[in-house]
């Protein structure tokens, strides 16, 4: 049997190299011109730093495993330090909060050493990039992809390992139950909305100044901070994710230096002049987001396969990505979770 695999984010990477140790016949595609999804990092010098997910946790078994298969190095969070508090009107207070991801754990290169690790263990006819699925055509002999180029790929079984709002979009024949698009564009897709800042400093002057490089803004454009230094050495780095909604953070210039003013509020005159600052809106990525991933998320959705979009085409078309996890759903382990369970459907 042949797996096309649609996704070439932490899901579809995990479901493909699980189908090469066993030797089974599948293809990956991803429309990116990288593979790794909502996994990315920038660089800086020598150092990595993640403008998607940052962190695993203890009790998640399978990123712990899959990080230790790959001979990465992993390290806690920085978190040592007073706290800082922002408060409406401006106003910076020290020893306020609490240091939320204390306890987790990062990984030395960024996650994209996890993705690029299992993404070369693939061979090359195996994998593809900038491969744009616009359509799936379902027949007796089994299921056609159509690319946006004309190209057309033949597979027994499809798994779509993406978002299922970015999976609605495309065109099925025959055509989906009505309830099952529906219930497709109706789950919230991790973090499409979030925008994350990221600022790269020579010297970690915050840590020296006693401060951990966590705080909490009532003010923003940033409500939520963190260090985001490698384990060793610099380059460093704070990052926060971005309270601003989606429709009023269009304007990226003014946005950084609204960010560089509230870093020099928080920790002083030196992180308002960063090395390097960069900024990445996952709301304006259409691999990523759609229009109804812009309206906020107050709280972390429930997540799982949902019956109507299970058994699809007798089985021929599936779901994995971590917005189909029902335990770990929306976290990278999460990721795995949903790989796991095509697996052993």
Known sequence: MKTLIIGGGLSGLALAEALQTLGEDYLIVEARNRFGGRIMTMQQGSAH?????????????????LVNRLGLERFEQHSDGILTFEDEQGQVQRGRGHASMQGSWRVQGGFTALTDALANRLPANLKRMNAQVAALHRSDTGVTAHLSDGEKLRADRVVLALPPRVAATFNYVPALPPKTLQTMQNVPTWMAGQAKAMAVYDTPFWRDAGLSGDAISRMGPMVEIHDASPAHSGPYALFGFIGVPPQARGDVEQLSDQVKAQLGRLFGPAAANPAALFIKDWATDPRTSTKADLAPLYAHPTYALP???????????????????????????????????????
């Not at 962190?55 to 399978?62: A, E, S, V």
């Not at 976290?331 to 052993?344: H, I, K, P, R, W």
């Open 49 to 65: 730093f993640d403008m998607g997910p940052a962190w695993f946790w203890p009790g998640q078994p399978r990123m712990d495993a």
């Open 307 to 345: 019956a109507d979009m299970a058994n699809l085409w007798g089985g021929a078309l599936m779901f994995a990505g971590t917005e189909v996890a029902p335990e770990f759903g929306g976290y990278l382990e999460g990721a795995l979770e949903a790989a796991e369970n095509v697996l052993t459907a």
